[in-house]
């Protein structure tokens, strides 16, 4: 996407309208599509119901705490991520990404609404999810309100951002079940979600804090529970622990943005 493009002055209805718009008939679109909204919006709860039989409450962590680490995770990579994967490549192919650009929304508009309906399930998951720890009566004041609110929001962009880089990659909306497997697979893995950093070598655990989710995980952690990614208590502010991941989160923000501005493709191949 050029500068150019981005930088385009447009007359009429406002940024915000024009791309509330999009984001509406995108949302049409997924409500029609019983297939992406099932994998959208019952896989992951899914995910999330089978911490119990996955034995994740080993008692040093919060059980309530666990399960909105579990829920958000789960939540940024199946459906923030993999889904864009899919309905980018998908618009892409239909030409409808190529003809938007013709009218008067710019590149942000377009790809920002295209992720909307998307953000808006992974942030209702996330509020379902929180909704459900308090009635189980597994809420627990957590260590840190902003933090795990920095790490909800930041690792959603993270996503949309990963996911228009894939695109560049990934030919068919099909493929995308290829391509993204090194981020659904390998980082969620490494990421703590399921299981804590801290059973593994100690270098592949400082390896695993420098992939994408694992930084998400480690803020929510020391959030919500006050827990380093190695299960240590923290005493007092946990914002000192939380200069390195923050410090990834951010690199990989940039390194997100830089791919996709230059790799994304608004037109398929031919």
Same mark, same amino acid.
């Given at each position: 996407?050029?500068? +150019?493009?981005l930088?385009?002055? *447009?007359?009429?209805?406002?940024?915000?309208?024009? /791309?509330?718009?999009?984001?509406?008939?995108?949302?049409?679109? #997924?409500?029609?599509?019983?297939?992406?909204?099932?994998?959208?919006?019952?896989?992951?709860?899914?995910?999330? +119901?089978?911490?119990?039989? @996955?034995?994740?409450?080993?008692?040093?962590?919060?059980?309530?705490a666990? #399960?909105l680490?579990?829920?958000?995770?789960?939540?940024?990579?199946?459906? *923030?991520?993999?889904?864009l994967v899919?309905t980018y490549? /998908?618009?892409?192919?239909?030409l409808?990404?190529q003809?938007?650009?013709?009218g008067? @929304?710019?590149?942000?508009?377009? @790809?920002?609404?295209?992720?909307?309906? &998307?953000?808006?399930v992974?942030?209702?998951?996330?509020?379902?999810?929180?909704?459900?720890?308090?009635?189980?009566?597994?809420?627990?004041?957590?260590?840190?309100?902003?933090?795990?609110?920095?790490?909800? #929001?930041?690792?959603?962009? #993270?996503?949309?951002?990963?996911?228009?880089?894939?695109?560049?990659?990934?030919?068919?909306?099909?493929?995308?079940?290829?391509? &993204?497997?090194p981020?659904?697979?390998?980082? *969620?893995?490494?990421?703590?979600?399921?299981?804590?950093?801290?059973v593994?070598?100690?270098?592949?655990?400082?390896?695993?804090?420098?992939?994408?989710?694992?930084?998400v995980?480690?803020?929510?952690q020391?959030?919500?529970a006050?827990?380093?990614?190695?299960?240590?208590?923290?005493d007092?502010?946990?914002?000192?622990?939380?200069?390195?991941?923050?410090?990834?989160?951010?690199?990989?923000?940039?390194?997100?943005?830089?791919?996709?501005?230059?790799?994304?493709?608004? +037109?398929?191949?031919r």
């Amino acid at each position: 996407m050029s500068a +150019a493009t981005l930088d385009r002055p *447009t007359t009429g209805p406002s940024r915000l309208s024009r /791309a509330w718009s999009l984001a509406s008939a995108e949302t049409r679109l #997924l409500v029609r599509n019983r297939t992406a909204l099932v994998n959208s919006v019952l896989l992951p709860l899914l995910f999330v +119901a089978a911490v119990p039989a @996955l034995g994740l409450d080993d008692g040093e962590f919060p059980y309530g705490a666990r #399960l909105l680490v579990t829920a958000v995770g789960i939540s940024l990579v199946m459906v *923030t991520y993999y889904n864009l994967v899919t309905t980018y490549v /998908a618009r892409r192919e239909d030409l409808v990404l190529q003809r938007m650009r013709t009218g008067e @929304l710019t590149d942000v508009e377009v @790809l920002a609404g295209t992720a909307a309906p &998307t953000v808006f399930v992974t942030l209702g998951q996330v509020a379902v999810i929180a909704a459900g720890v308090v009635v189980l009566g597994e809420w627990s004041a957590p260590a840190d309100v902003v933090l795990p609110l920095v790490a909800l #929001l930041a690792g959603t962009l #993270l996503m949309v951002v990963l996911a228009a880089a894939s695109t560049s990659f990934t030919r068919t909306p099909e493929s995308a079940q290829i391509t &993204t497997l090194p981020i659904i697979v390998v980082s *969620t893995g490494l990421s703590g979600v399921f299981y804590p950093l801290s059973v593994l070598p100690e270098a592949l655990g400082e390896i695993a804090r420098f992939l994408p989710l694992t930084p998400v995980v480690e803020l929510l952690q020391l959030g919500l529970a006050g827990q380093t990614w190695q299960g240590d208590p923290v005493d007092g502010s946990v914002w000192p622990h939380a200069a390195v991941p923050l410090a990834v989160l951010a690199g990989w923000l940039v390194v997100g943005a830089v791919a996709a501005r230059r790799g994304f493709r608004w +037109a398929p191949r031919r």
